[in-house]
């Protein structure tokens, strides 16, 4: 009678993982870990940074075209609720508007003429903060900054005559990511350039 090669010598051996080959594979996972998700979450801040940087450049510079082509001023300004301007100064981290502002008032109803053609709402859980940059003060009595908004005049240039821009950086703190600096000339145009020995938060 023939035996069954299995049962030849014995039981057949079940295949597994001994407590310390389990050991092992869990270290090696955290260590894992540990790299990968501080990399990732770097990633995930250096994109939000790059992208609102474009994303603000992009509007100041279609704000200057749009008030060439229609003759009128156009303004960015800060926006905490996309329907217009915030009165407050220092909103830019919340999102902006850009609009055609025909009343000069700054603000956008359905009942007023102002052309609102461009609204971005920055996410509350985003790390990313903008911070104004002032200018130099060179037309009296008008202001010297981008505390609330940036407005052309037809001809493309700024509506106050001075020169100012934006600092976007992370608030994480200590987070060294380098700052994204935003400038725009009298003449209106925008220039955009990465600090790599600026790494201090907004």
């Not at 540990?34 to 100041?60: K, R, V, W």
């Not at 000069?104 to 461009?118: A, C, I, K, T, Y």
Request: some cysteine; aromatic content about 8%; charged content about 15%.
């Amino acid at each position: 009678m023939k035996m069954n090669k299995a049962n030849q010598f014995g039981p057949s051996r079940m295949a597994g993982f001994t407590l310390m080959e389990l050991m092992i594979v869990l270290a090696m996972a955290g260590i894992i870990a540990a790299i990968g998700i501080p990399s990732f979450s770097s990633m995930i801040t250096t994109n939000q940074l790059a992208d609102i940087t474009n994303e603000l450049t992009l509007a100041l510079k279609r704000a200057r075209a749009e008030a060439i082509a229609s003759g009128r001023d156009v303004i960015v300004c800060s926006s905490i609720n996309s329907s217009g301007c915030s009165q407050a100064a220092g909103n830019w981290s919340k999102g902006w508007v850009v609009m055609v502002d025909r009343n000069q008032n700054g603000s956008f109803l359905e009942s007023e003429p102002n052309e609102l053609f461009w609204v971005k709402t920055i996410d509350a859980d985003t790390s990313t903060k903008i911070k104004i940059t002032p200018g130099p003060f060179t037309t009296p009595d008008l202001p010297n900054d981008f505390s609330k908004e940036v407005r052309f005049s037809y001809t493309g240039e700024l509506k106050a005559g001075t020169t100012g821009g934006f600092q976007i950086c992370s608030g994480v703190t200590g987070s060294g990511f380098p700052r994204r600096e935003i400038t725009v000339s009298v003449a209106g145009q925008t220039h955009f350039e990465k600090n790599t020995t600026a790494t201090n938060n907004c």
